[in-house]
Every structure is written in structure tokens, then in C-alpha cells.
């Protein structure tokens, strides 16, 4: 038995075994040989694209992290497209813990 003698996919398992601290990367790796760098690389977020994906129905939602604000990027494409608090067509709720009360 060696190391050589075991598929990428098992090698995976001896790394988490072994060296946990490594399986990030080498996870990584693995799904960009054998998927493609399509699914490890994410384009940049653009608000526009995802209105034009977006219906009536769908509320849009967004999970921040501390430091991170999309409100001027909404507000940017909603004067873009006459949607504004001002008009009424916009409305922005916060939800989180001693936020607005809705």
C-alpha cells in the first residue's frame, strides 16, 4: 500500500486526517482539476444583474458582514431607475438586533 496508489479523491481523506489544516486549499485544487476554476472563482457582485433576475415577488435579501453596506449600491441603481424612498417605490428595512421597528 502507498500514498501514490490512492485516487485524488481518497488522498482528500488521508489529508483530513492527517493535516486538517491543509484541506482548504487542497479542496480547492481538487474541485478546480477536476470541475473546473469556474466553480472556486466568483465574479464580482453586480446589483444590476441581479434586479434584472429579480420578479415583483422576490423581496431582495442580503446576509451582511460587519463592515459591509450595499445600501449606497441600492440606492445608486434605484435612482438609475427612478426608484427612490423620495417616490415611495423604495423601501429599506434593517431586521437585524436593535434595528427598525417594522
Given at each position: 500500500w502507498s500514498i501514490r496508489d490512492l485516487s485524488p479523491f481518497h488522498r482528500l481523506f488521508l489529508l483530513r486526517i492527517l493535516r486538517p489544516d491543509r484541506i482548504?486549499?487542497?479542496?480547492?485544487?481538487?474541485?478546480?482539476d477536476n470541475l473546473g476554476p469556474e466553480y472556486i472563482e466568483q465574479l464580482p457582485f453586480d446589483m444590476e444583474v441581479s434586479y434584472q433576475e429579480s420578479t415583483p415577488v422576490t423581496p431582495f435579501f442580503f446576509v451582511l458582514f460587519p463592515g459591509v453596506d450595499?445600501?449606497?449600491?441600492?440606492e445608486a441603481l434605484g435612482r438609475k431607475l427612478s426608484i427612490t424612498e423620495a417616490n415611495g417605490r423604495l423601501v429599506?428595512?434593517?431586521?437585524?438586533?436593535?434595528?427598525?421597528?417594522v
Open positions: 482548504g486549499s487542497a479542496l480547492t485544487q481538487f474541485i478546480t450595499p445600501t449606497p449600491t441600492i429599506n428595512i434593517s431586521m437585524g438586533q436593535g434595528q427598525e421597528q
